[in-house]
């Protein structure tokens, strides 16, 4: 008998670099009291030059794979959500295969922005539950230091580097489960958030390189709008999925982009503050592995206890969004 798919492990990394919000106005026009008002967000991590994605993701990974005692070798599945892989081709996944020496793994990324990891975890929960794997290692993984235009203050101050991960495999009796997911697409919103440049559409040339078109473009306001819009929207639809009430659910662990926008959520679904986690205000928005990251270090400081209600949800570009329910 199934007892659905469980979250053995989690982990995270985090490059040691710190970059302050007093730091940042050394070199573009801003201020930390600006930053702190507007979003929230203290400082970030920045990965060094020869740290890349992959690196990053494979800490993360080995940590999650330790606490689930599962051995490298054994892993089945690896699915990296990233908007910063190390090249376009091929996946980072096959990189971070290779590093952890996950040789059996098929590895494959996910781009789907700041819901890549929610992606990531409803694509391998299903396919762990139709039996085409027996475990799956997602990560969510991002350096985007290395895509920010640092002459752009409306949008350099907001985002930082890291990754974080999580071990699925098939639930034992009486173990947790992931009760609820949901993921969904706005195609006609591509342009309120994206990298213009460096793809098909527009490749970097000696003519554009000034551009710095391979850099994070933003409309900020309408994102906003979207964003609050779409996480409660499904936030509620697993939070029902589930046959859960806002009083059941013991953490929110929302996208980490913007304080604004997570007081926001959790007024919507009617969940206390001292029930949302927050952790942007280190790490600012790590994209696909902010979840991943909030996610691992609830968990590993208690905050989440086995029997424990988590939903999760996310919004990115594309636009994109999804949520969780998990009974931890
Ligand atoms: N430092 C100082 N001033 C800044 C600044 C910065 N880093 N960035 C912008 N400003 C200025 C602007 O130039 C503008 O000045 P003006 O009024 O003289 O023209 C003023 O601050 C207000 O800018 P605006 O863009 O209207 O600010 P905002 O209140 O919309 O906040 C964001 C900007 C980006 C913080 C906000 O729109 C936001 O959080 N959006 C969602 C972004 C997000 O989370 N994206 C990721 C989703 S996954």
């Not at 990531?120 to 991002?142: C, D, T």
């Not at 460096?198 to 000696?206: Q, R």
């Amino acid at each position: 008998m199934s007892h659905g798919v469980t979250i053995a492990g989690t982990g995270s990394y985090l490059p040691e670099k710190i970059l302050t919000n007093d730091e940042l106005s050394k070199f573009v026009d801003t201020s930390d009291e600006w930053i702190v008002t507007r979003t929230g967000i203290k400082a970030r991590r920045i990965a060094a030059d020869d740290e890349h994605t992959s690196h990053l993701a494979s800490k993360a990974a080995e940590r999650a794979l330790e606490q689930a005692n599962i051995a490298a070798e054994d892993v089945e599945l690896i699915i990296v959500a990233t908007i910063t892989p190390d090249t376009l081709t091929p996946a980072t996944a096959c990189y971070v295969q290779q590093q952890l020496g996950s040789h059996k793994a098929v590895a494959f990324d996910v781009s789907a922005a700041c819901s890549g990891f929610l992606y990531a975890m409803k694509l391998a929960k299903n396919l762990i539950e139709s039996g085409s794997f027996k475990n799956a290692l997602i990560i969510g993984a991002e350096k985007l230091s290395s895509f920010v235009n640092w002459k752009d203050r409306t949008t350099c101050v907001l985002f930082g580097d890291g990754a974080g991960a999580a071990v699925l495999r098939a639930a034992e009796e009486g173990e947790g489960r992931i009760l609820a997911t949901d993921i969904g697409t706005d195609g006609k919103q591509t342009h309120l958030l994206n990298i213009p440049g460096g793809g098909s559409a527009c490749p970097i040339t000696i003519d554009n390189a000034g551009e710095r078109l391979a850099t994070l473009a933003m409309l900020g306001k309408e994102v906003f709008k979207h964003a609050v819009t779409r996480m409660k929207n499904s936030a509620n639809t697993v939070i029902e999925r589930a046959g859960l009430q806002a009083e059941d659910i013991s953490i929110v662990i929302p996208h980490q982009a913007n304080l604004r926008i997570i007081d926001a959520i959790a007024s919507r679904l009617d969940v206390p503050n001292e029930r949302v986690f927050v952790n942007l205000h280190k790490y600012g928005n790590t994209s696909a592995a902010a979840i991943a990251i909030a996610l691992d270090e609830a968990h590993r400081t208690g905050e989440i206890k086995k029997g424990d209600k988590v939903v999760m949800v996310a919004f990115g570009a594309g636009l994109t969004w999804a949520a969780a329910a998990i009974e931890w």
